[in-house]
Every structure is written in C-alpha cells, then in structure tokens.
C-alpha cells in the first residue's frame, strides 16, 4: 500500500511539486552547507552585480571617450586658432597666412593684404570698446562700409577693394563678404571658392599615399580603390570647405544673433566650426585633431609670448621634437599595433622592422 501511495504520489504533478520542494529544502539544510544560503553569500552576489555594471559603465565611458575627444580637440584647436588669427594675427607665420588667406579666399579680394584686413577687424573692436560706443563695431546709418572703415588708419591698403554704395551692418561682415551685403551669399560664396581649392589639394595628397603605400591593393583592386579615392578626397574636400565657411560666416551669424561684436561670437563659431570633422572618416579625425592642436598650441604660446605671459625658450623647439621622436620611437620599440598604419609604414621604412 505505501509503494502504491509513493508511485501514485511521484506519478501526479502535486506529488512532484511536493518533492521537489522537500529535496530543495533538504539541499539547502544538507549536511554539507556548500549550497546553504545566508546574507553573506547574498551580499557577495550583490557586489559581483555591482562590479561588473561598474565595468560596463566603465567600458561605456572609455569608448565615448575614445570616439568623440579627436572631436573635442579639434573644435577647442580651431577656437584657439580663430581668436589668434583675429585678435593675434601677427603671430601668425606668414606661411600659414598665406595658406589660410588663399583658400578663405581672402586673396581674390585682398591680394598679399590679408594680415591687413584681420588687423583693421581686431582694431576696430578694440575700438569701440575702448570708446565705450555703443556701436560695437557696428557701421552707422547712413554710412557705407567703405565711408567707415576709411576712418581705420591700418585700413588704407584694403579700401580698394571695397563697394562704394554696399552698406554692412557691421565691420568684419564688410571685410569678410566685401562685394555683397548678404552674410548668406557671402557664405554660399565662401563654400564655393573654397570646395575646388580643397580638392585640388587633397585629390593628390591621396593618390600619393595609394602609390607609395597601398600599391599591392590598386593592383588587386583598382577600380575599388580609385573609388576610394574619389570617397575620400570628396569628403575631405567637404570637410575643409565646412570648417572654413563655417569659422568666417559662423561668426557673421554670431553677430546677428547676438547684435554685437565679442570675443565669445569668434570662440563660438570655432567650437561650431570643429564639429565638421564628424563629416570625415573616423580613423582620420585623430589625424586632423593633432594638426589642429599643434597648431593651436603654437598660437597659443607666440600669444603667451607676445603679451609677456612667459618668455620664449631658445632652441625650445629643438627639445620639444626630440622628446616627442623618444616617446614615438619608445613606442615603436615596444607597442607599434598602437601607431596609425601611414606613419608605421614611414617608420618601417626608415628604420626597419622592430
């Protein structure tokens, strides 16, 4: 009878549930105590759960860092850059000026007198602030551009090329778009001057680098890669023309916005402006980050320099190139996967494999 009881029992799903529960209870209460719960091993589990949502907020971190600070860089790189090419432009070295006037098409209007319109732009606001004129570099009724900015003594070599009969509303909008009174269309006509220069500089640079190191792969693939290489040379192109038009006429708009001239409307557009680098590919934004930086920091120390903050280093450049060649040869010696596949392949080839 009890056989019969204990098969019928284990048969019906109560009878199941019932035993189940008991061997439960009995493994936790067992002898052993290796499965035996208590808070200690309850407060254990809740710390490893802590732990490892700590790693993964952590690996979260690190990758929208690892993502977005070549971003980051860029745009602080180019508001440090804009506020010394305005305000500093004398620090500026005339070869860079020269690059940065020619493609900003500054040249068309001002040939070999750009540092001269940056100046007249800087003079002017120290001006009116200085004045306390409510004008903010502002051009008066009644005044055309030209009429205004004639009274700037620096000015005397820019006048040519401005309009007799277009009035801007302010001085940097008639220096910086001189043939129309439109910030827009001066914008539009930035973009357009400036997209074909930037192609015509970045087409080459490319097809360089495809001969000199990516020679096996066009071989395999050449149609592949010359499309790659138009990808490439198109987005860049649309980079440079974004950041360009976008520090010139991004500060126009500032001033429409904000109805005056400041310091805060050229370090606004700058930041803005860096956001263009999101348009080119992410292994390249490192890249373009470093440059901007380096230059950023040469500004950045002849402004030090110039306004007496410190003083210069004599053969400061000399120390400063040979720490950065240890740290990038230190890094070739002991973690070269870390280094882009460009510059590995010049090291490689000037000092041979690690």
């Known amino acids: 009878m009890k056989r019969a009881h204990s098969e019928l029992t284990m048969a019906s799903p109560a009878g199941r549930s019932a035993d189940l529960r008991m061997s439960a209870a009995g493994t936790r209460a067992g002898p052993s105590g290796r499965d035996k719960w208590s808070p200690e091993t309850d407060e254990k589990g809740k710390e490893a759960k802590r732990e490892g949502g700590g790693q993964e907020a952590s690996r979260h971190v690190t990758r929208f860092i690892r993502n977005h600070a ?31 006037s020619r493609t900003a098409g500054y040249e068309r209007f ?156 050229y370090l606004a557009s700058g930041l803005l402006s860096g956001l263009s680098v999101l348009v080119e590919a992410p292994s390249r934004r490192v890249e373009l980050a470093m440059y901007c930086f380096l230059r950023a920091l040469e500004s950045g120390w002849d402004v030090g320099v110039k306004l007496k903050w410190w003083a210069n280093v004599r053969h400061g450049e000399v120390a400063l190139f040979s720490a950065a060649m240890g740290v990038l040869m230190t890094i070739y010696q002991n973690d070269p996967t870390t280094i882009g596949l460009t510059y590995h392949s010049v090291l490689t080839r000037i000092f041979g494999r690690n």
């Open 110 to 265: 001002y040939p070999r007198k750009a540092p001269i319109a940056l100046k007249t732009i800087a003079y002017d606001i120290r001006r009116s602030y200085e004045s306390g004129s409510s004008l903010n570099s502002k051009v008066p009724h009644g005044v055309t551009t030209k009429e205004h900015i004639s009274t700037i003594p620096i000015a005397r070599d820019i006048i040519s090329a401005l309009d007799d009969s277009i009035r801007h509303d302010f001085t940097a909008c008639g220096i910086f778009h001189p043939k129309t009174s439109s910030c827009r269309m001066g914008m539009l006509s930035t973009a357009l001057h400036c997209f074909p220069i930037a192609l015509k500089v970045y087409t080459p640079l490319n097809a360089a680098v495809l001969v000199l190191f990516k020679r096996g792969l066009f071989l395999k693939d050449p149609r592949g890669m010359l499309l790659k290489l138009v990808k490439s040379s198109v987005r860049s192109s649309i980079f440079f023309t974004l950041l360009v038009t976008g520090i010139i006429n991004g500060a126009c708009g500032m001033r429409q916005l904000l109805g005056r001239e400041t310091y805060f409307g």
């Open 70 to 100: 070549p971003t980051a860089l860029l745009s602080v790189s180019v508001a440090v850059i804009v506020l010394t090419l305005v305000f500093h432009t004398d620090v500026i070295p005339r070869g860079y000026m020269n690059f940065l």
